[in-house]
């Protein structure tokens, strides 16, 4: 089996159904609403899976934008899919599905703004950083992040895998969750910084060596002025 064709009307894959189809060179669906609306229960239900290139209406997708008329990435739409050079997270997303994006590992990821980043659930293998990526935020390297004020929570792994982040500076009012900065390449991080009319240090650090896991080349933490305690272990 060497080429796929999908049409409009297929919105179920089952389970592992190309499983072991390894010689799959091109996948061809009539549209990428089409391609996007497909539930793929695994990832070997996914044609992509192997290596396939993917064609919509008969041109290689390399560049994905949800349409306007949807909300979702679905699980898996993309798994494997190395064609792929850029995903732009756009302010209509509003789900990532699980390991949509994994395997893509020749694509940028291009977010609105940080409040839309910083807004999804990247648990259970739904960031599109997975295995590595660079983050782009409204179109510049997120190669240093001041966390906004507004920001009252920074999700578990969501600033994770980001390849070009080097520095990040969080505000003592911003929650902080679970391997949210597992990234090789973060050298600074500033916690807790005191917000604009904030006069009293508000934060207590718990558990930051799980915040930094895999941060291999971290050189320094600098504790900000609105952190009043560093709790044990």
Same mark, same amino acid.
Not at 8 to 30: G, L, P, Q, R
Not at 92 to 106: E, H, R
Not at 176 to 194: D, H, N, P, Y
């Given at each position: @089996? &060497?080429?796929?064709? +999908?049409?409009?009307? /297929?919105?179920?894959?089952?389970?592992?159904? %190309?499983? !072991? #189809?390894? =010689?799959?060179?091109?996948?061809?669906?009539?549209?990428?609403?089409?391609?996007?609306?497909?539930?793929?229960?695994?990832?070997?239900?996914?044609?992509?899976?192997?290596?396939?290139?993917?064609?919509?209406?008969?041109?290689?997708?390399?560049?994905?934008?949800?349409?306007?008329?949807?909300?979702?990435?679905?699980?898996?739409?993309?798994?494997?899919?190395?064609? @792929? &050079?850029?995903?732009? +997270?756009?302010?209509? /997303?509003?789900?990532?599905?699980?390991?949509? %994006?994994? !395997? #893509?590992? =020749?694509?940028?990821?291009?977010?609105?703004?940080?409040?839309?980043?910083?807004?999804?659930?990247?648990?259970?293998?739904?960031?599109?950083?997975?295995?590595?990526?660079?983050?782009?935020?409204?179109?510049?390297?997120?190669?240093?992040?001041?966390?906004?004020?507004?920001?009252?929570?920074?999700?578990?792994?969501?600033?994770?895998?980001?390849?070009?982040?080097?520095?990040?500076?969080?505000?003592?009012?911003?929650?902080?969750?679970?391997?949210?900065?597992?990234?090789?390449?973060?050298?600074?991080?500033?916690?807790?910084?005191?917000?604009?009319?904030?006069?009293?240090?508000?934060?207590?650090?718990?558990?930051?060596?799980?915040?930094?896991?895999?941060?291999?080349?971290?050189?320094?933490?600098?504790?900000?002025?609105?952190?009043?305690?560093?709790?044990?272990?």
């Amino acid at each position: @089996l &060497k080429t796929v064709t +999908i049409p409009a009307s /297929v919105t179920k894959i089952k389970e592992k159904a %190309f499983m !072991n #189809c390894t =010689n799959i060179e091109a996948v061809y669906a009539e549209s990428l609403e089409s391609w996007l609306s497909i539930d793929f229960a695994s990832p070997e239900s996914n044609p992509l899976y192997y290596g396939a290139n993917l064609y919509i209406g008969g041109k290689l997708l390399d560049e994905v934008t949800l349409p306007e008329t949807m909300s979702e990435f679905k699980n898996y739409t993309f798994y494997g899919y190395t064609n @792929l &050079k850029r995903i732009n +997270i756009t302010d209509n /997303v509003k789900t990532l599905g699980i390991n949509t %994006f994994f !395997n #893509c590992d =020749n694509a940028d990821v291009y977010a609105d703004s940080i409040e839309l980043w910083l807004s999804f659930d990247f648990k259970d293998g739904r960031s599109p950083m997975s295995l590595g990526k660079n983050l782009y935020i409204d179109g510049k390297p997120a190669t240093k992040l001041i966390i906004p004020e507004s920001v009252s929570i920074i999700p578990s792994f969501s600033l994770s895998y980001i390849k070009n982040l080097e520095r990040v500076e969080v505000p003592a009012t911003t929650k902080i969750g679970e391997k949210a900065f597992c990234c090789s390449g973060l050298k600074t991080a500033v916690i807790g910084t005191l917000p604009q009319g904030q006069t009293e240090p508000v934060m207590v650090i718990r558990n930051a060596g799980n915040w930094f896991s895999g941060c291999s080349g971290m050189e320094q933490l600098i504790i900000g002025p609105g952190v009043s305690e560093i709790a044990s272990k």
